[in-house]
Structures are given as C-alpha cells and as structure tokens.
C-alpha cells in the first residue's frame, strides 16, 4: 500500500493523522466484533463492508497505475538491458567470450555498479556448479530479479555493506541470502515517507503535529519541481493541509518558480520579504507559520549547491538546527530550547537519474555533513541508465522514496523495489505478460538454489590422503625427514665426488674444468 493510500486510510478508522495502515483481516475482525457487540449492527454492516471493498479496490486500481507509470518511464532502460542479455545468450562464446563475460558487460553497461555486477556472477557460477541444466533466459531473469531485490532491501536497512550472498563455494547460499522475518517486518515500509505520529512530543507552543521534509539538491537536478509534484499528491489524493518554504534565496527565479507551482497545487507558499531574506530566517518564518495555523506538512525548498561549496554546505546545517531548535518539545536546565533530533522527518536528497553513478561523490558529501534520509530519483522516463537508481541506493545505503517518470504534475510516483525491477526487467505487466511471473520467477531461483545446495552435499569429498612422494611428503613437497635424509647420507659411497652443473654443460663440465687445469700446470713446468 502507498504512502498516500496510508493516509486517506484514517477516513475509515480515525480522526487522527498519519496512523498505520490497517490490514484486511484487521478490518474484517473488527466488524465481526462490532456485530457480537452490538446486534443492530448487522443492518449497517453491508455498507460497511462496501466502504472497506471500495477502499481496496481504489488502492488495487491505484497500485496498477502505479506498476504501469514506472514500466513506461523504464522504457529505455528495459529495451536496453533486455537487447544486451538477449545477445549475450544468442552469441555465447562469440571472440572468445563466455556467457559471464558478456553478462558482466551487459550488466556493467546497465549502470548497476560493479558490486551489484560481482555478486550476480559470483552466485551465477555457484548456481550453474556441478549442474547440467541449461542456464538460459528464465534463470538469467529469475537471479537478476532476486539479487536487485535484495540489493534493494540492503538499502532499505540503511547498510551500506551489502551483505553477499555467495561468501565462499561450498556454503549453504540460501541459509545465507534469507532475511529473518523479523528483519523484513521492521523494514516493510523503508521506502514509505515518515510523517509525525499523534504519539510524538507536540513542539511548544503547538496544538497539532507538523511534519516537516527538508529536500536538497544541486541545480537542474529537479528538485523544486519535484517539490511541487508532491505538494499536489498530498493535498490532492491525502487532503493535507500544505505550506511550502521557499528558502532557496541565492538562484534568480526559483522563488517564482516554487510560488507557481504552489498555485498550481493549490497550496500556500512562504516567500522571502523585507524582513525576512535569508534561507534561515525564511525557514523559520515558515515554521512560525505552519505551527500557528495547523498545518500538516511543510515542505523545504533548499538552494542548488554543490557539494565542494562550504558555505553553502554550512548554510544547510545551520537550517537545519534552526527546523531542531523551532520544534524544541522542552527546556533545559537553563531554560534554553533542546534541539529536537526527531525533526526533519526526512532530509533528502533529489539526484537526475540521468547522471547515474556520477552523483554518488556529492551525495556521500551531504551524507557526512548533513545526514540523508532518503533519496529522490527524477527524470527517469529520459533516461536509460535506470539501473543506476540501485547502485547509487546501495553504495550510499539509503532508500529510494520518490522517482520521477514523466513531466505531468501527476508523474511523482513512490518508489516499490518490486514493481522498479520488474518494470526494468520487462516482468509481469512491464513485459507485456502475466502479474503472475514474478513469483514464478522467485520460486524458479528458490529451487535453483535448493538444488545447488543439494548438490553440494552429495558431492564426493577430495580424499584427504595424498599420493605420497619418494621423499615421504606429498606430491611436489618434500619433508623434513627427507631432508635429514640427504644429510645422513654417505656422499663417498652414494655418489662419489660433487660435480657442479652450469647453464652451458651437464656432468661433464666438471670433468672439463679438470684437464683445463692439468693444461695450466704443465704450461708452468715448460716455463721453468
């Protein structure tokens, strides 16, 4: 279920904000409930279960959308991607080339990053070990769409260090690739925007909570467009209350251009006056605001920067203790505001999707600096380096939260690793075939898994004693008996007289050198 989905949920449940999604079997227990406690309830209880059938199936309906807008902004990466793999499989061994070494190229070529690459061909020379099965499209498919997935999921849990799955030949690869589900349960909505929960310390002087998202990013990257498309979702499909803070004071024009798209969202925009001009003081003029008149979100508009750009790096951390210290929950002893490090909700950062690994230096800078929560891809649908979007989350260790796939105020869409790969790899609906392939091809790479452990263990084991040497070690070694042995033995009697052997004659250089010599003194003798 979306984010957005999440939200307009309450309707059905709660007058309070931004509560957890409820489940299907929650919500058809609770009625059945409702009905044991109270009989009269039966009589309403089919417009109750309408209202609940209605709901799921808007968000089925929204979730198909969902699933197709990102396969069409995939496009070019998946036409790419799927070409290469196909003529890696048609012309296998072509110059000398196996089919690792053009998957290698194909994958590289995608922009998947070279540890992505590596785990992919380290499994795939474990899974095909031993087995006489053709490796061909379908378990090609069924790897590339298990690993992306869990490189993906690494991200997710904010792991940099992506866990490989193959650690050492021999090791039970799917004992080692399982998540626990305890692990998955804590991660299921990594991907999700965090939003203030009625159960967090309200800031002083507050009567509702505010969530606040500070977006930051270098210019041309998308970003105050970016924050205008979500400004619209949220009012449109969450019926949020949303102020925007224009705060990127220092490029011309981009004031206007957040007002526009305020207007076109129909939400309010703080803007830079008279006495308020600098980033800061207008970030904290918008809280003021957004606090005094109960909004629900306010959304940060920060100014494009490079990362090499100290005082503008500078400039983002003082911003972002001045949302810290305006949010302050209490005192301390000196009466002085805590900073509250719950605040922002998300700090994130919008990266072109078309610059792929190229961002990652700058973004790892802010990381250090600022601290990232998240990551929005833009302009995916015009580019064909997609698979960038999991090299750059996985080096960086943080999750994809928003894409970008088209110009329309509609074309933000939230990031579902699932439907991503699928669409990159033309799966399911992306490829022109059934929803139901992806879980075929999760249970084909269970089984090759299975099997290659099966393998393993049946496999015979080396024998663990070597072909002994003349000289009592194994074959090409020699122990330290033998050794002795040389020492003990009677050179007069074994071998005679030690020769030396030279590059230039054999034993019978030795024998050379002799008369040589016998030569020299007779010369001598003649003289005297």
């Not at 507050?206 to 400004?231: C, E, R, Y």
């Not at 920060?302 to 305006?326: P, Y």
């Not at 015979?460 to 070694?477: C, D, L, N, Q, V």
Request: charged share 25%; proline share 3%; hydrophobic share 35%.
């Amino acid at each position: 279920m979306s984010l957005l989905a999440t939200i307009s949920m309450m309707a059905l449940t709660t007058t309070s904000s931004f509560q957890p999604p409820v489940s299907n079997t929650h919500i058809h227990r609770s009625l059945d409930i409702h009905k044991m406690n109270n009989p009269a309830a039966s009589r309403t209880s089919s417009t109750e279960l309408n209202m609940v059938f209605d709901f799921f199936k808007k968000a089925q309906t929204e979730a198909t959308e969902q699933m197709s807008a990102i396969a069409t902004g995939l496009a070019k990466s998946r036409n790419q991607l799927l070409y290469n793999l196909e003529d890696s499989l048609a012309l296998d061994s072509k110059n000398g080339m196996t089919l690792m070494d053009q998957l290698e190229d194909t994958l590289l070529q995608a922009d998947l990053g070279m540890a992505t690459t590596d785990d992919v061909l380290e499994e795939a020379r474990y899974l095909r070990s031993e087995s006489t099965e053709i490796f061909g499209r379908d378990e090609i498919k069924a790897l590339l769409r298990g690993k992306l997935l869990e490189a993906l999921g690494a991200s997710a849990r904010g792991s940099s260090e992506y866990m490989r799955v193959q650690k050492r030949a021999g090791k039970d690869i799917a004992a080692v690739a399982a998540v626990s589900e305890d692990e998955e349960a804590d991660n299921s909505n990594s991907f999700a925007l965090k939003f203030a929960s009625e159960d967090d310390p309200k800031p002083l002087s507050s009567k509702k909570q505010l969530t606040v998202h500070f977006i930051m990013g270098a210019n041309g990257m998308g970003k105050t467009t970016t924050i205008g498309k979500l400004a619209h979702r949220l009012k449109a499909e969450a019926g949020q209350k949303v102020l925007l803070a224009a705060c990127d004071t220092f490029r011309a024009g981009a004031v206007a251009q957040l007002e526009r798209w305020g207007e076109r969202a129909d939400v309010d925009c703080f803007s830079p006056n008279e006495t308020t001009n600098g980033p800061s003081a207008v970030l904290y003029g918008a809280l003021d605001k957004a606090i005094t008149e109960e909004y629900d979100v306010l959304l940060v508009d920060t100014s494009g920067r490079l990362s090499n750009n100290d005082a503008l790096t500078a400039e983002l951390v003082k911003m972002k203790r001045v949302i810290q210290k305006r949010m302050s929950t209490g005192f301390d002893e000196k009466v002085k505001p805590i900073l509250n490090l719950q605040v922002p909700h998300e700090t994130l950062l919008v990266i072109d999707a078309a610059q792929g690994r190229m961002a990652l230096d700058s973004a790892k800078q802010w990381d250090k600096e600022i601290g990232l929560s998240g990551l929005i891809l833009t302009k995916l649908d015009g580019s064909a380096k997609g698979g960038s979007v999991v090299a750059v989350s996985r080096e960086l260790g943080l999750p994809v939260k928003l894409v970008g796939v088209g110009e329309g105020i509609d074309d933000l869409r939230d990031f579902e690793p699932e439907s991503f790969v699928d669409g990159l790899l033309g799966i399911g609906v992306a490829g022109g075939g059934s929803s139901k392939e992806g879980k075929a091809l999760e249970a084909r790479l269970t089984q090759m898994r299975k099997e290659r452990t099966q393998r393993a263990k049946t496999a015979p084991k080396p024998s663990s004693s070597p072909a002994a040497s003349p000289m009592g070690g194994s074959a090409g070694e020699m122990t330290l008996q033998g050794l002795e042995d040389i020492g003990s033995m009677d050179m007069e009697e074994g071998v005679g007289e030690m020769q030396m052997i030279t590059p230039g004659g054999g034993a019978g250089a030795g024998k050379n050198k002799a008369k040589n010599k016998n030569k020299k003194k007779k010369k001598r003798k003649n003289k005297k």
